[in-house]
């Protein structure tokens, strides 16, 4: 049984906030062999993320997603090698961490958004040229407009996008839960001081099988003290 009050309302969503799965530049570059931004061990990190993934398949959990593209001849946010390069097949997402029910709302940087998104998908995609999730003003829009919500973050660039997203979330008065070992760090030398900034902002860390397994305790064995609040 976990013993933190926001992975005990990740198993009861009669109680808890709504559920997102942030997954955030899950792409062949970073995560499969032989990608420019590959290290060691990502493939295993990126069987964490498909675990993530597959709970939110079954849990109907709604998942917000983000796609790096860099342009041809310009240099990446995110490694010295050229990486996540329009058309190459760096840039594609991992074919499981795409759901039946998606919509890609590519590289539009507008804040118009289609009716009841989360109605008629499951996930939903931005594509963006930085490494911000909130300099994509269609994403920040469909977040902020966000009722009370805890995130559960995986992905690629924890010095970089994670961080950004993670923080960025938690000033808007999200609940936020990094899965620590499903993000990978790039080999990235400001990895340690953006886990250190994401806990001084109140990001909880668990692992994947914390998260997936997360069940409510019955009503007299439920505490509050300390909860992360998503408003």
């Not at 919509?103 to 109605?119: A, C, E, K, M, V």
Request: proline share 3%; with cysteine.
């Amino acid at each position: 049984m976990n013993s933190w009050p926001e992975l005990r309302q990740l198993g009861d969503p009669s109680r808890t906030p709504e559920r997102i799965l942030l997954d955030i530049e899950t792409q062949r570059d970073f995560f499969e062999a032989g990608g420019s931004c590959y290290v060691a061990g990502s493939s295993v990190i990126a069987q964490r993320v498909y675990r993530l993934f597959n709970w939110a398949r079954i849990e109907g959990v709604h998942v917000i997603s983000t796609v790096l593209r860099t342009r041809r001849g310009e240099r990446g946010p995110m490694g010295s090698d050229d990486h996540c390069v329009d058309g190459s097949d760096g840039e594609q997402k991992l074919d499981r961490t795409i759901l039946d029910t998606c919509i890609n709302l590519g590289l539009r940087n507008s804040t118009d958004l289609p009716l009841d998104l989360f109605d008629r998908f499951q996930q939903v995609i931005f594509e963006k040229r930085n490494t911000d999730i909130f300099k994509h003003a269609r994403a920040e829009r469909l977040i902020t407009e966000l009722g009370q919500t805890t995130f559960i973050i995986c992905g690629a660039g924890v010095a970089g996008p994670i961080v950004q997203a993670a923080i960025g979330l938690r000033v808007r008065g999200f609940g936020v839960i990094l899965a620590s070992d499903a993000v990978v760090d790039l080999g990235c030398s400001e990895a340690d001081l953006a886990y250190k900034r994401m806990r001084a902002k109140g990001v909880v860390f668990a692992s994947t099988s914390q998260i997936v397994t997360a069940r409510a305790l019955p009503p007299r064995a439920r505490s509050f003290s300390g909860a992360l609040s998503a408003g």
